[in-house]
């Protein structure tokens, strides 16, 4: 990138910063332009790929808006949710990320120091995920109109050919297979807000997941289909592989992988850690041939080593899950109605 960097000067955001002039482009330059070096400044990236051109490929493309309250807590921040986030929308299908945008709505009186630190976030979370931010816009609102900050990114990357992971896919017999523990993300948003005076070690999953399903494929090419469980955690991304898929699901609770500290937190505060929002947890199905081989390419890379299967799907109950509890009854796990903790993600 050949343009010259502006130091900008302001200690806080003003409406000033979104006018389109002097200040906005010292703004862009200074924050975002000098720390994601995108190619050039026009208005558009300019993008090529050898993957493109390869025989059957085809494009994978996202979009997700980040409205994290608070923007920053243990484990990441709202710029490494946004650039992980869009990631794993991506890897979960079966894509291999490429090129991220990343749009800035900034409230005015925003300390620039914040912005310096998302960016630079954003940045390490990308080179983690082997992706580029390549695009972007900033806009600027009053006070009380956005809170401090939002993000939204988009994503574009390349199905290679031959490859289809679909939650409509998945057949009764095939496993049910967790990457990791559940609900540290929504532990510790919840904690970070101060709310409730609750104290804990707990930090958010967020994290890249593109090299552990690369992984995966390569060892169970027959895997069927991945979500994240982000918003409504694993009860919802299992309902929503049941409905597409047809059939039912059960669970087993005693597998489910969950930390003392997130079990307390649920229990004091009444919440269902299936249902607390994850950022770097996914869901997989494998036939059941290949999924000894899914779960230790999983536990081969670090953001699976604590993978486990959880269950499988069943010709029982289509479209339902169902979990067998501890105390050997079985319960209902249903997709969540509204949502147990907002601005989550």
Same mark, same amino acid.
């Given at each position: ?6 130091? !900008? ?19 862009? +330059? ?58 794993? #929308? ?20 925003? +300390?620039?120091? !914040? ?8 940045? $390490? ?10 695009? /972007? ?9 956005? #809170? ?43 904690? $970070? ?7 804990? #070690? ?25 979500? #994240? ?8 991304? !299992? ?24 079990? /307390?937190?649920? +229990? ?11 950022? /770097? ?65």
């Amino acid at each position: 990138m050949n343009a010259p960097v502006r130091r !900008l000067r302001a200690d806080r955001v003003t409406l000033a910063h979104g006018g389109g002039g002097k200040a906005m482009r010292e703004l862009i +330059e200074d924050v975002f332009v000098s720390v994601f070096r995108p190619d050039g400044l026009e208005d558009q990236a300019r993008l090529q790929a050898a993957a493109l051109a390869e025989p059957g490929a085809r494009l994978a493309f996202t979009t997700d808006g980040f409205v994290v309250d608070p923007v920053e807590f243990p484990g990441g921040d709202i710029g490494r949710i946004a650039v992980c986030g869009t990631v794993n #929308d991506l890897v979960v299908g079966g894509a291999r990320p490429l090129w991220l945008s990343a749009a800035f709505i900034i409230e005015e009186g925003c +300390e620039v120091a !914040l912005l310096r630190r998302i960016a630079a976030s954003m940045q $390490a979370a990308a080179e983690e995920a082997g992706v580029a931010i390549v695009t /972007g816009d900033t806009k600027v609102v009053g006070r009380g109109s956005a #809170d401090r900050v939002f993000v939204t990114t988009s994503g574009v990357g390349v199905i290679p050919a031959g490859r289809a992971l679909a939650a409509d896919r998945v057949r009764p017999g095939d496993v049910a297979i967790v990457n990791g523990v559940l609900g540290d993300h929504g532990a510790a948003i919840l904690a $970070a807000r101060g709310d409730m005076a609750l104290s804990t #070690d707990v930090a958010s999953d967020c994290q890249p997941l593109g090299a552990l399903v690369e992984a995966v494929l390569a060892a169970a090419p027959g895997t069927r289909a991945a979500r #994240d469980a982000t918003r409504g955690g694993l009860a919802s991304a !299992l309902n929503e592989i049941a409905e597409a898929a047809g059939c039912g699901i059960v669970i087993d609770e005693t597998a489910l992988p969950l930390r003392t500290e997130v079990k /307390g937190l649920c +229990e004091i505060l009444g919440l269902d850690p299936l249902y607390l929002a994850n950022e /770097g947890t996914l869901v997989l199905f494998a036939p059941e041939h290949e999924a000894d081989a899914a779960l230790a390419a999983m536990r081969s890379v670090p953001a699976g080593r604590d993978a486990v299967a959880i269950g499988r799907a069943v010709g029982d109950h289509p479209g339902r899950v169902v979990m067998q509890t501890v105390f050997g009854g079985r319960r209902i796990v249903d997709m969540l109605v509204g949502e147990q903790l907002p601005r989550i993600c």
